[in-house]
């Protein structure tokens, strides 16, 4: 059965780094996009970055630029986030996201807690 399984997640100083990382299983990795997907307490879930099939075209949000990077491994059917220079904003709870020509996948997400 199709599975999404994030790991990585943990509490972190203001200032430091985690990477969180996306095992898929269950359908065919490389045909989907990749989204990270967080949600914080009390507020809505958001998008957080995303990549493309090929791994060739990434984005991310506005507040996430330039501290956040997206990969993917398509032999490993993995995707990656590597975040730097957290800040007590970024906690929440991050989801990992498969978009397909005609369905889609959540995982069960990974707690991110930025807390001195």
């Known amino acids: 059965q199709v599975q999404l399984v994030e790991s990585g997640g943990g509490l972190v100083q203001p200032g430091g780094s985690l990477r969180l990382s996306c095992a898929a299983s269950g359908f065919t990795f490389s045909s989907y996009t990749m989204r990270w997907y967080r949600q914080a307490p009390g507020k809505v879930r958001e998008p957080v970055a995303a990549i493309t099939t090929a791994g060739d075209s990434t984005g991310y949000a506005e507040d996430v630029k330039g501290r956040f990077t997206i990969s993917r491994d398509n032999t490993k059917s993995t995707v990656d986030l590597q975040m730097e220079s957290l800040r007590p904003e970024d906690t929440a709870v991050y989801y990992c996201?498969?978009?397909?020509?005609?369905?889609?996948?959540w995982g069960q997400g990974t707690q991110v807690t930025v807390s001195s």
């Open positions: 996201y498969a978009l397909g020509s005609g369905d889609s996948y």
